[in-house]
């Protein structure tokens, strides 16, 4: 048993980049569900599929390269909020990731967003990750 499973979510993420995988299975769960939404909306994967077979249930994520230079569409993925340190922000101190080029991903009262999004809905929460 993991004691950050969004943790382990990116690392099962950045390995399966780093060995070009096309597919890569995750154990699911209702936040990692989410930041699969959130990954397919901005484009950094090409699809995603829920399976709840076993008690569990997993995500099926086909990763994005690029056609002709096969590089992945997913640069880096870093963990900010871990459980021995949570990180907040508020609506004034969301953070930009690559001067807007990146996406930051936050828990909010309004579910899991984008830092863009959650500008729009003038919300803050828990920085989960930063994606470019």
């Known amino acids: 048993?993991?004691?950050d499973p969004i943790a382990d979510y990116l690392t099962r993420l950045r390995n399966a980049i780093k060995a070009n995988h096309r597919i890569v299975e995750i154990p699911a769960s209702s936040i990692k569900k989410d930041i699969t939404k959130v990954l397919y909306d901005q484009g950094y994967i090409?699809?995603?599929?829920f399976e709840d077979n076993a008690v569990q249930g997993t995500i099926?994520?086909?990763l994005k390269y690029h056609p002709v230079t096969k590089q992945p569409a997913i640069v880096s993925l870093v963990r900010v909020s871990k459980p021995g340190l949570r990180k907040y922000v508020g609506t004034g101190n969301l953070p930009r990731v690559l001067s807007g080029l990146g996406v930051a991903v936050l828990s909010t009262s309004k579910g899991v967003v984008t830092d863009k999004q959650a500008r729009d809905l003038n919300v803050g929460g828990e920085v989960l990750c930063y994606i470019y």
């Open 60 to 62: 099926k994520i086909a």
């Open 1 to 3: 048993m993991t004691t």
């Open 46 to 49: 090409q699809s995603y599929k």
